[in-house]
Nanobody, 125 residues
Framework: VQLQASGGGSVEAGNSLRLSCTMSGHTFSTYAMAWFRQAPGQERKFVAGINRSGASIYSSDSVKGRFTISRDKAKNTGYLEMNSLRPEDTAVYYC???????????????????WGQGTLVTVSS
């Protein structure tokens, strides 16, 4: 299984970006997916997650109402739509998938088997 993350870049505060995460090597629909981020000098943290069917979505309080996670099974791709970006959103964003993720562990990094390489998002004020 390979995950390819893309879509990062440098934007000014208030603008938007959409991150993509394309999976190859296995059936995307059998995995739950999440986005995590790691800011400079900080630990990696959960941002948003989506279950295998796409029916359940989870977000951290820091991005709720601004970021939206989604998935397209036909394209084997997950997305993170980021609106109203703030300087504190600056981080390397990682996508991850896991076959045994449920609501109780969807925010835990340990639930995810495969990780993308990370894509840098920089938000300037």
């Amino acid at each position: 299984v390979q995950l390819q993350a893309s879509g990062g870049g440098s934007v000014e505060a208030g603008n938007s970006l959409r991150l993509s995460c394309t999976m190859s090597g296995h059936t995307f629909s059998t995995y739950a997916m999440a986005w995590f981020r790691q800011a400079p000098g900080q630990e990696r943290k959960f941002v948003a997650g989506i279950n295998r069917s796409g029916a359940s979505i989870y977000s951290s309080d820091s991005v709720k109402g601004r970021f939206t996670i989604s998935r397209d099974k036909a394209k084997n791709t997950g997305y993170l739509e980021m609106n109203s970006l703030r300087p504190e959103d600056t981080a390397v964003y990682y996508c991850a998938v896991g076959p045994s993720v449920i609501s109780s562990n969807i925010r835990s990094q340990n639930a995810y088997y495969y990780w993308g390489q990370g894509t840098l998002v920089t938000v300037s004020s």
